[in-house]
């Protein structure tokens, strides 16, 4: 079914001009062609047509409407036809002509004739266009294939056939077909687009917009169908790619950093716990800790690699847990956990933070669990920066389930499964061997062997399996599967198949193919395990020349891009989930390789024959160093068309004979007969015939093919799977769009054009569209027999995933407003990368096409053309992007040779046409070649229709003119050693290329001169070339004194065409001047604004052409400028420059600077600042504002760069440069007057950020519009800006009230008498770092709380529909988040006398603010007035030579630039205390030598990175700063990553000569020198000035005495003052007590204050320091104040560049010396651990189990003693004695230990100092967790001890005892009935008893006893005052146990015992025995006696 429709004309058109025609039926649009200059009558002639799924509504419309075609502006409609198709569903055929209507449903006098038909479905009307398909196939075939296209709903191709035309046109294809370069330039990976602005100019769209939307709201109209109609129609040419060098296999820098925290229940009796940990091949183990299976380790492991991304991410990382290793014995594993790198590295952060890893045992799958591991993984790559969640007291208990180190979305329970990796057989083998070894060994034995012996290799999580090797075959078959064993699902993301060829000396690797698990199954709820095949997957590595020594042997390894086709392998994966319960399941997860079943052959696919054309327009930029031998070009597609393998071909059932084996290199074969015979076959012709390159000009060559162009073919036999290729290549095409309309966007937001968010509204219509035809496409390949599981599952999961999207594009759509642009836009790029990903086919079918060229049958450079690219179908979604369309290719060097400078230089350019499709298809394979070409064929071909040609003649050529005109450059790549360049431009047009002039010295070029090429000859249709013109191609170049030209970018424009026949004037000419990217290997490298335009010289030859009129410079010679109609216009400008110092210059050519001056220049114009007499003795300038005039664009997006550079002056009048910056962008120097209708400043105040607005509704409910604000002392956290808006005129007031809490403490502190309450911190007791801890606190529960609420209120509503967007918003972590919530309020209700909890500290303690980053990064690098601007000397550095910009730096120079339009309004000059001499930059200070009081405060470090052998490093602090130089050498800190230095120190600077401080942390060493660990700089003199007063950060609240003392010498009212007065603002007036009024705002607060002594006095700082704390809001002046801060800073290490080495926490405060003295520093020394002494006294214990079995008795016993220790402190283990033989499991000890332990009550941390080893140098000092540990032991003599059972205490929080063993149950130990806690702490003595648990054969928690303890816990002064003795010694000895009789030992009591053995138990048992044994000898006797008797009676003797 389809409907027809023929357009044939439109008459009485008015006027002359381009037209178009849109024909729209059910959504979906044609246009036609597009008719240039037609007067009265536009003659379309075009054929749409659309297939039609379900029959046509009598009530459905079709629509024509007509337009004026515009390139550059919208296209102007002109009328409208509409018609309801009744009659033609009757009728089936209807001829109309009829008039259209206007906007306004006017008639208009233009008509329309055209006809409609409609094919019902009985076929009664017309029928398939026969010309679809090939004209010789039978007629059964097209029956097939015209079913195949019939379900598909509208959207085919239009054929437009204009009569008398040979080859088919299409007419333009829907929207943005057309290719546009220079504009977009967001997306890393994406090339340009060349073309017309596919964004008009938007206030035309606007109008058009809107009456499109018949006046709907602006804010709904959506530009998808308005632009599209604006870009080009033609499509005959694709994409070029930009992007030259290869980004994979370049070996970058990665750190892998682990920190073991803990174990915990790790599975075993009393072990010596090692962790190992490995990352790939290296291992580190932790220290052992003895006898504990919760071990604690806090040790930090590095690893450092240099490797290529895709090895790094595949190494494994192995946490195993090792139980009693030492130097003898291995150990025994106990569980161990691996994950690959790349899951850590994508995980957020690349980091897991406090994570808890779950032990499993390979060994034995059915075991569960082995215990957990708790660690910091965290994955670094250069230049990454990873920012570390703020460490702090961990004092929740940590919720190990809710914290296990798995990625998002893996479940906790992760079962054992078993990975099937098929391997059935290989095709099409390399010989890896030498063929002359071969030849002797057929000679001699008369055999031909296949050269290669493969086996397949499978890497997967660390393992790896191989099959058996198939001895001397190129086609093996091995039917084996590999069979892995591990969890899953999987922590390793990708499995790695190796084919390998085995050989005596060394196994090399054939190729190499990697499976991503991602991309073979999908998590959801309707997701599939992984599955795959059984496909054929291929494989690419190095060229199939066999060389002993292959220089790219890496590529067959997998690493980079392969560069030729090496072998295909059938494979198919399968996962089973193990039920681990079976008991004949293997337990162990060691690879296995078994055999497989066999597959059919067909089950891969029905094998098709395949066709590819490809014809060689153009070969130009060929390298010079391959100019002198003939050249040729190769094509192939996997083997076939490969000159190598005659031998290697798969000798396959065929359907035909074998194609192609042409050994001879001649183009036209002889025909053989049976070829003939065949219908005209074809052999194949896959090279182009050898050439002899031509000069271009010195650096390229190029071949002359002029009007004959060769072509080549291939026929190839693949199993037929398009359908997969084709479902990939929708979902390309709809990403394609989606990204072209991003970068669109983007660029709107970034050049400030109108309305993005209609453009924005247009992509997401585009892409739901495309979504909806993806459904209706991909639908109908349902019954296909080869599909395998993994097609149809996938083609379920796109289906749901597209629906998803096009819904969710839909509602995002709905949601676009003007403010939420960018958001919207960071949606719509996950839309993106979930397209691409789904768009990538795991299962190949057809492999790669390699275009190689090959200069004197060596093989020089490639390009790799993916197939899917190729492919052609006949529904045009499916069609490859690069089918049928001239591709412009850039070949590249192979392998490692294309790394680096190497890399970027073209080793050639192509022109080339491609068409790959069944060769059945192929009739129409010509079709998007240029037309106006005659076919030259083979011989045997002569006569047929269908034969490919060899070459192509062109008869038709069109003479043109380009013109370019390159106006300038900016931020070019520095190529000389001065920091500058010297560059010039090469334009390439096909074979001609020209240069501009070389400029001098800069990096900002402006050339402004237009290149003219005359006499381009160019072959086709005019009409073509003008839609689709080739490229152009621009070079930059550095040009060197000596030797040839260095390289420094590239990058591709389109010229604007006009045809002779066009008028040379607006809209589309004179072209506009444009930005270009420019492009260095895959870094960019600056920018090029040009404009180009190619002109058809028509047949009167070149007067036609516009006139090149123009200033021609008669200084530059013959060089021409850019004519005025492109040149921008101007406008004069002034510059004012602010000269204030230069800053850390250094020696240039060793000599030092000691005259330096800064000349500024800016397009041609420039200021010298004064000359620093003395750098050494003041490098300021003593002249600080100077000014030029200069003439810039009126746009400010064309101003040009300006130039900063800095001269030595020498003697001799010799200068020297010493160093170059480029301000890019002068945009954030332009000063734009205010505007004065609005009052003088910001109506909308952002009023009180961090404050509520209380007071219902705000404030208009106070009459005087009073703003009531209650300042709590703490920062309340992210509440909602209130917007307040306040007149300028109107007073708004702000009253700060005390917070209640803070009334409650005064009236405590009135009555004393009350009984003090427990939670109260008593102010003595707190000390700053009280109020560190509390802000850290604080800082952790506002970054948790952003991570929520970082979605906007307009938001909130949105994310129910964009849900699915982000992965629904974790279910876990809510359910997480609101666990730890519970769990904390449990905490702090339930904690039997409270447990003090940070929540109930925090309003009771002044806090500062700790910010996790560094300062100047949250105040804008305080360049608020004062810029800073690097200079820059030296070559950029390339990626290889890793130099980086750091390194480049020679100095910086301080300053600022202010740029405004001439006649500055007036009234900005008649301000108050205006001073013509500093311009615009009133106010400034006085740069006069200043010494300052510098005094830092160094906090702690973090995260150190180790600097010794053993895993640690001894940091100390040093300070530089000028001349000074501190090393506090003496104090560091032992063994330690985390130190933490708690000092001050004070230094003396004067600035500017010292103004940079270095902070840095060194690694102490006995001997030799201290390594840097990492530094952090400080630029104090940004700080000192800037009006944000960084200088001493304004605390919370003002206080005279205690922890929070005021530490500036200034109070908050002096400041005040000073501030008004600085900055002219009226103020303060303190009013009556406790306000204060500045400007037109009045704070309020308390106002008193009271001192040590508790007097009470009035004071006004209160309200200054609440009007300094919200400075912000005070008009036209206010700008918020740095308040008290910790920031923390990375240190970085010169010798690893980019990588963190750890964070320092500190604080600078400067003090100018000519103020009063400040006080004395702050003490933030360390808190000292207080000594405590623990007394534990075990009573007795109950139940304990009975292990030992009586030697006589056989009863069961034990002989209990318990152990005790204190964490960290096993060494110092105590033991009771042992009460022997309990009977009953109970025991009594009476029984003392003594724990003397140092403590810190803020860290809750036990602190050990004690040397590691007996080599150690000095003690280390650990931090460690209060717990003590009991447990039970039964003591055998000869044997070890058995391990009986055991509980931890942490004695911070452990459950309360029970009162009797009876109540004692096994749950208070386990955690899971919530128990009161009790904190020894605070109770100081409790008594109880508490139950022991172990671990019984399943794992899982028994009971094994009860021990009645007593705790005491006591200062060490009070311990010295009531000293005890140990066990049971005097002093206060304890009474001795009273122990049954039984539990004395036998052998030292050997009668006793006795007696009670046969006195009490056994005494009828041995009665028994004693007579029993009387009656056996009885009976003995007996019988002995008996024959004697015997005898003397019978002889009676």
Request: aromatic share 8%; net charge negative; glycine share 6%.
């Amino acid at each position: 079914m389809a409907l027809l429709v023929h357009l044939k004309t439109v008459s009485e058109l008015r006027g002359r001009g381009d037209r178009i025609a849109k024909v729209t039926f059910r959504g979906q649009s044609f246009y036609s062609r597009v008719l240039e200059n037609c007067e009265d009558v536009a003659d379309f002639d075009e054929t749409f047509r659309w297939p039609v799924a379900s029959t046509i509504d009598r009530n459905e419309m079709l629509e024509i409407q007509v337009f004026n075609y515009s390139k550059v502006f919208s296209n102007k409609l002109i009328g409208t036809f509409r018609m309801v198709l009744q009659k033609v569903v009757e009728e089936n055929h209807v001829e109309v002509t009829d008039t259209l209507i206007d906007d306004n449903n006017a008639v208009i006098k233009t008509s329309l004739c055209m006809e409609v038909r409609y094919q019902g479905t009985d076929g009664t009307v017309g029928s398939w266009d026969d010309g679809d398909f090939l004209g010789d196939e039978s007629l059964q075939e097209e029956e097939k294939d015209s079913q195949e296209t019939d379900g598909l709903l509208p959207g085919s191709r239009p054929s437009s056939r204009p009569p008398g035309e040979k080859s088919f046109r299409r007419a333009g294809r829907s929207v943005f077909s057309a290719m546009k370069l220079g504009k977009n330039r967001s997306h890393k990976e994406e090339p340009q687009r060349p073309d017309e602005p596919a964004v008009l100019e938007m206030e035309d769209l606007d109008h058009l917009a809107i009456r499109l939307a018949d006046g709907l709201d602006p804010d709904s109209v959506s530009l998808a169908s308005v632009t599209a109609l604006t870009t080009n129609v033609s499509n005959k040419r694709s994409k070029p790619d930009i992007k030259m060098e290869p980004s994979a296999g370049r070996p970058m820098d990665y750190q892998v950093s682990i920190t073991v925290i803990e174990a915990r229940q790790l599975v075993g009796l009393n072990m010596d716990p090692v962790v190992c940990v490995e990352v790939g091949d290296d291992k580190k183990y932790t220290s052992m800790k003895e006898s504990t299976n919760c071990p604690y380790y806090n040790e930090y492991f590095v690893f450092d690699f240099h490797v290529s991304p895709d090895v790094m991410f595949d190494k494994i990382i192995k946490l195993s847990v090792i139980h009693s290793k030492n130097l003898l014995r291995s150990g025994t594993l106990v569980g161990s956990f691996k994950m690959d790198v790349g899951t850590v590295y994508s995980q957020p952060e690349h980091q897991f933070h406090h994570k808890w890893a779950i032990l499993s045992d390979p060994d034995d799958i059915s075991s569960g669990l082995k215990g957990y591991v708790k660690c910091d993984v965290a994955v670094v790559g250069k230049g990454d920066n990873i920012k570390t969640p703020h460490k702090a007291n961990e004092t929740d208990e940590d919720d190990i389930e809710g914290n296990l180190l798995l990625p998002e979305g893996v479940p906790p329970e992760r079962q054992w499964a078993r990975f099937y990796v098929k391997i059935y057989r290989a095709e099409g083998l390399p010989r890896m061997n030498t063929s002359l070894m071969a030849n002797v060994k057929k000679a001699f034995i008369g055999e031909n062997k296949d050269l290669v012996d493969p086996y397949v290799q499978v890497f997967f999580a660390g393992q790896k399996g191989k099959t058996s090797v198939q001895k001397s075959s190129y086609e093996p078959l091995w039917n084996e599967q590999v069979v892995f064993t591990d969890l899953f699902p999987p922590l390793c993301k990708r499995m790695k198949v190796q084919i390998r060829d085995s050989d005596k000396v060394n196994d090399v690797a054939i190729g190499t193919h990697f499976i991503d698990l991602r991309k073979i199954s999908n998590d959801g709820d309707k997701g599939f395990l992984p599955t795959l095949g059984p496909a054929w997957v291929n494989m690419y590595g190095s060229t199939r020349n066999y060389t002993l020594l292959d220089e790219h042997q890496d590529l067959n390894e997998g690493l980079g891009e392969g560069v030729s086709f090496r072998a295909r392998l059938l494979l198919g994966l399968a996962v089973e989930i193990l039920d681990t319960s079976n008991p004949e399941l293997t337990s162990s997860t060691e690879v296995q390789v078994e055999q497989a079943t066999p597959i059919s052959e067909s089950c891969a696919g029905k094998m098709e024959e395949f066709f590819l054309f490809g014809a060689f327009l153009e070969a130009s930029m060929i390298d010079r160093r391959n100019g002198d031998k003939p050249i040729t070009f190769e094509v192939t597609i996997g083997n076939y068309g490969n000159e190598v393998d005659g031998l290697a071909r798969p000798q396959r059932p065929r359907p035909r004979k074998e194609p192609g084996d042409e050994e001879e290199v001649d183009l036209i074969q002889n025909s053989s007969d049976d070829e003939a015979s065949d219908g005209g076959d074809l052999a194949s012709v896959s090279s182009t015939p050898p050439m002899r390159p031509q000069v271009t000009d010195r650096n390229y060559f190029h071949l002359p093919y002029l009007e004959r162009k060769p072509c080549i073919y291939i026929k190839s036999w693949w199993p037929d799977q398009r359908r997969r290729l084709y479902n990939a290549n929708i979902m390309d095409h709809i990403a394609d769009k989606l990204e072209e309309g991003l970068n669109d966007v983007q660029e709107m937001i970034k050049t400030e054009k109108s309305y993005p968010e209609r453009r924005l509204r247009g992509v997401l219509e585009e892409l739901s569209c495309g979504c909806c035809r993806f459904l209706s496409l991909a639908e109908k390949d349902q019954g296909h027999s080869s599909r395998t599981r993994l097609d149809r599952e996938r083609l379920k999961s796109c289906l749901r995933e597209l629906e998803s999207m096009g819904q969710q594009a839909r509602t995002l759509r709905a949601q676009v407003k003007r403010h939420t642009v960018r958001d919207k836009l960071r949606l719509c790029q996950n839309f993106l990368q979930k397209l691409r990903f789904l768009a990538d086919e795991p299962q190949h079918s057809i492999p790669d096409v390699f275009i190689w060229m090959m200069s004197n049958n060596k093989r020089v450079a490639y390009a790799r053309v993916p197939s899917k690219d190729l492919l052609f179908s006949i529904v045009e979604e499916e069609t490859g992007k690069d089918c049928a369309k001239v591709k412009t290719l850039f070949l590249k060097l192979p392998g490692k040779r294309g790394f680096g400078s190497a890399g970027w230089t073209v080793q050639a350019k192509l022109e080339l046409y491609m068409w790959l499709g069944l060769s059945k298809q192929r009739k129409d394979f010509l079709c998007g070649l240029p037309c106006g070409f005659e076919e030259v064929k083979a011989a045997q071909g002569l006569g047929l229709h269908t034969f490919p040609p060899v070459s192509l003649v062109y008869a038709k050529k069109q003479v043109f003119q380009l013109r370019a005109h390159m106006y300038q450059a900016r931020s070019l790549f520095a190529a000389d050693s001065s920091g500058l360049s010297d560059p010039f431009a090469r334009v390439f047009f096909i074979n001609q290329s020209q240069c501009t002039e070389v400029l001098n010295e800069t990096l900002c070029p402006t050339w402004d001169q237009m290149l003219v090429f005359d006499n381009l000859e160019l072959y086709g249709e005019a009409q073509e070339l003008r839609d689709d013109p080739p490229i152009i191609v621009i070079e930059i170049y550095d040009q060197d004194t000596m030797g040839k030209a260095d390289f420094m970018g590239r990058t591709f424009a389109k010229p604007l065409v006009k045809m002779a026949d066009e008028e040379y004037c607006p809209p589309r000419f004179p072209p506009q001047l444009e930005y270009y990217q420019i492009y260095r290997g895959n870094a960019t490298a600056g920018d090029l604004l040009a404009a180009f335009e190619l002109l058809q010289i028509g047949p009167a030859g070149k007067p036609d052409l516009p006139p090149i009129n123009g200033p021609v410079d008669v200084d530059r010679g013959p060089i021409m400028p850019v004519p005025v109609g492109i040149r921008p216009v101007l406008s004069k400008y002034r510059v004012e420059v602010l000269f204030w110092g230069l800053r850390d210059l250094k020696r240039v050519n060793l000599a030092q600077v000691d005259r330096p001056r800064v000349d500024i220049e800016c397009a041609g114009k420039g200021v010298q600042s004064s000359l620093i007499h003395n750098y050494k003795k003041n490098p300021n300038f003593n002249t600080l504002v100077k000014w030029f005039e200069v003439d810039l664009p009126e746009n400010e997006l064309l101003h040009p760069p300006l130039n900063i550079r800095v001269v030595d002056c020498r003697a001799f009048g010799r200068y020297t440069l010493v160093g170059s910056h480029a301000v890019s962008s002068l945009r954030r120097f332009i000063y734009r007057p205010p505007d004065r209708s609005a009052p003088s400043w910001n109506t909308t105040v952002r009023l009180l950020r961090r404050c509520c607005v209380l007071c219902n509704g705000g404030p208009s409910s106070h009459s005087t519009g009073e703003v009531v604000v209650n300042m709590e002392p703490e920062v309340p956290i992210k509440k909602l800006e209130t917007m307040v808006k306040l007149d300028a005129t109107s007073d708004a007031v702000v009253k700060v009230d005390v917070a209640e809490e803070e009334k409650e403490k005064k009236k405590k502190k009135k009555g004393t008498a009350e009984e003090p309450d427990e939670e109260e911190p008593d102010e003595s007791m707190l000390d700053w770092w009280s109020k560190y801890f509390a802000s850290i606190d604080t800082m952790k529960e506002q970054l948790r709380q952003q991570e929520p609420s970082g979605i906007d209120l307009e938001e909130k509503d949105e994310m129910d529909n964009t849900e699915g967007l982000k992965g629904p918003m974790k279910g876990k972590e809510k359910a997480r988040a609101a666990k730890e919530e519970k769990k904390k309020k449990t905490q702090s209700s339930g904690s039997g006398q409270g447990s003090e909890t940070p929540e109930k500290k925090k309003p009771k303690i002044d806090e500062l603010k700790v910010y996790p980053k560094e300062l100047e990064s949250e105040f804008d690098n305080f360049e608020d007035w004062l810029h800073t601007f690097n200079l820059l000397r030296g070559k950029t550095g390339d990626d290889e030579d890793g130099s980086t910009e750091e390194e480049r730096i020679v100095g910086r120079f301080k300053g600022s630039l202010c740029v405004y339009k001439v006649p500055l309004p007036e009234d900005v000059s008649r301000e108050a205390g205006y001073d013509p001499t500093y311009g615009m930059f009133q106010g400034i200070p006085s740069n006069d030598p200043i010494n300052v009081l510098v005094r830092v405060y160094v906090v702690r470090a973090t995260d150190l990175h180790p600097a010794d052998i053993n895993g640690k490093a001894d940091p100390y602090i040093a300070i530089r700063l000028g001349k000074t130089d501190i090393r506090d050498k003496e104090n560091y800190i032992s063994k330690q990553l985390n130190p933490v230095f708690g000092k001050s120190f004070d230094i003396e600077a004067s600035f500017p000569m010292e103004s940079m401080l270095t902070v840095a942390v060194y690694d102490w060493d006995l001997v030799g020198t201290d390594d840097l660990i990492g530094e952090t700089k400080i630029d104090l003199e940004n700080r000192f000035y800037s009006k944000h007063r960084a200088t001493c950060g304004i605390a919370q609240t003002y206080s005279t005495h205690g922890y929070n003392i005021w530490r500036d010498p200034m109070k908050p009212s002096q400041i005040l003052t000073r501030l008004c007065k600085d900055g002219k603002v009226d103020g303060p007036h303190f009013g009556p007590p406790g306000r204060v009024k500045v400007a037109n705002r009045v704070f309020t607060g308390p106002s008193e204050i009271e001192d040590e002594n508790g007097q009470r006095k009035p004071t006004e700082e209160h309200v200054a320091l609440s009007a300094l704390r919200h400075w912000e809001d005070i008009p036209r002046v206010g700008c918020r104040l740095v308040p008290e801060h910790v920031e923390t800073r990375p240190l970085l290490n010169p010798d690893k560049p980019g990588i963190e080495q750890g964070r320092l926490e500190l604080w600078v405060d400067m003090f100018p010396m000519d103020m009063p003295a400040p006080g004395t520093p702050l003490d933030i020394s360390p808190r000292k651990p207080k000594k405590y002494e623990l007394r534990v006294i075990i009573w007795n214990t109950d139940e304990v189990v009975l292990e030992d079995d009586d030697f006589f008795t056989g009863e069961k016993s034990s002989d209990i003693f318990v152990r005790g220790w204190l964490k960290g402190q096993q060494e110092d283990k105590q033991d009771t004695d042992v009460h022997y033989h309990s009977l009953t499991g109970e025991g009594n000890f009476n029984w003392r230990y003594l724990f003397p332990f140092d403590y810190l009550a803020a860290e809750e941390k036990i602190v050990i100092s004690k040397k590691e080893s007996m080599f150690s140098w000095d003690e280390t000092e650990y931090k460690i967790p209060a717990r003590l540990t009991l447990q039970i032991w039964d003591a055998d003599h000869f044997s070890a001890d058995d391990f009986l059972g055991a509980i931890e205490l942490d004695l911070n929080r452990f459950p309360r005892g029970a009162k009797t063993a009876k109540q004692c149950t096994m749950d208070m130990a386990t955690g899971e009935v919530d128990v009161p806690l009790v904190s020894i702490f605070k109770q100081k003595r409790v008594k109880g008893w508490w139950p022991l648990l172990a671990r019984n054969e399943n794992d899982e928690f028994e009971l094994t006893g009860k021990v009645e303890a007593e705790l005491h816990l006591l200062t060490a002064e009070e311990a010295e005052k009531n000293p005890v003795g140990l066990a049971r010694n005097e002093p206060d000895p304890l009474e001795k146990p009273n122990r049954p009789d039984t539990a004395f030992v036998w052998f030292l009591n050997p009668l006793k015992s006795i007696k009670y053995l046969i006195c009490t138990r056994y005494k009828w048992l041995i009665i028994k025995i004693v007579l029993a044994l009387l009656g056996l000898l009885m009976l003995g006797l007996f019988l002995y006696s008996l024959p004697g008797y015997m005898v003397k009676k019978l002889l009676g003797a």
